[in-house]
């Protein structure tokens, strides 16, 4: 259609792909961090006045890029100058054939909903599965056949090892303690949500306000009941906010969403008009009493601490028993909580748009 319209000459055409698609039965719902699920068919057209321009001859590439850095490109490309809020780089030397480099980028990562890989520039790859990815089964056969747990960890070096046979976690540990190190201080997320569910213990009725402070904009806050059914939609947009509201027997969940999660965040409780206890306040995926009033986030540790599956609730969690009121804190990611809950998507939510930058789609 563009060439019918004369405008093939005048455009600049991508095609790209969401992921790869895998060729091996035995690999299938393994968790899509092989090269053959992760790796996109990708082409670009240049107009034929614009590759002279450029000196970018056609042909293929071996160069590793990655999604991040499509739309730095195209500003490049069309000459445009770099906006500062992108992430990635314009591979422009790429195109132009000048890099001849195994990758163009000095991490290439890749998020699935439970799993994370990452590429180093020498093409050592780290796979880590997690801990709720224990269903994805290697089979000889697609739906039956013998079967076997995939590892938590997976490491590969894709210059010997291709088609990523050779799993090295046992076998080269200096190279398992670099990609660790690595994945653990690039801090790599899905945005996440900050769930504070309260329950009290003797089913009577109980005042609470929950007084925030965020060094980043809260741009969503809600009420949810124990089915995670919406209650209500709070008041947001600053960066001090303060909500009341009532728990009665079943427990309410306040979620509330960061413009920059990172960004540090405390949290002042109340019930009936008095600081809740801090030993009523338990935080981690095994509900720790490690917490205090004002719950205070604010390093990478803390934030990674309160990374739970699902919230509490959905797995029976009423509170402890003895206590008069009752605190969970715990921070679920926008993949999961988009694969729970309904509500995003019915419309382009704020956890969508954030889901859709992390996936690379808009920036």
Known sequence: MLKKNGLLENTIVVIATDHGSGY????????????????QVFMVHLPEELKAKLNAPGGHRSTYVSSINISPTLLDLAGFSPVKQFKGKSFMPVIKSLYKMP????????????????????????????????R???REYDFFGDGKEVPYE?????????????????????SLKRMREIFFKSDIHHPEKILISFASGNNTKKRIEVKVRSLSPIIRAELY??????????????????????????????VLEQENDRS??????????????????YGTSVDLNILKNPVKMSTLKEFRALAVKKPAVLSGW???KGNEISVRVARVDLHRWIDMNSFDKTKISASMRETLKSWGYIQ
């Not at 997976?154 to 200096?174: A, C, G, T, W, Y």
């Not at 540090?264 to 306040?281: Q, R, T």
């Open 24 to 39: 091996s039965v035995s690999r299938f719902d393994r968790g899509f961090q092989y090269d053959e699920y992760t790796k």
């Open 103 to 134: 990758s163009w980028d000095d991490r290439l990562w890749c998020l699935g909903r439970k799993t994370v890989s990452l590429v180093a520039p020498d093409l050592m790859k780290y796979i880590v599965n997690g801990t709720d990815t224990k």
């Open 136 to 138: 994805y089964i290697a």
């Open 154 to 174: 997976m490491l590969f070096d894709l210059r010997k090892d291709p088609e990523e046979k050779n799993n090295l976690i046992h076998s080269d540990p200096e």
């Open 225 to 254: 009941d124990e089915k995670m059914n919406i209650l209500k939609t709070l008041e947001s947009g600053g960066k001090n906010e303060s909500y009341s509201f009532h728990v009665e027997g079943k427990p309410v969940i306040l």
């Open 264 to 281: 540090p965040f405390e949290a002042v409780l109340y019930s009936d008009g008095k600081k809740i206890n801090s030993n009523s306040v």
């Open 318 to 320: 009423k509170g402890v």
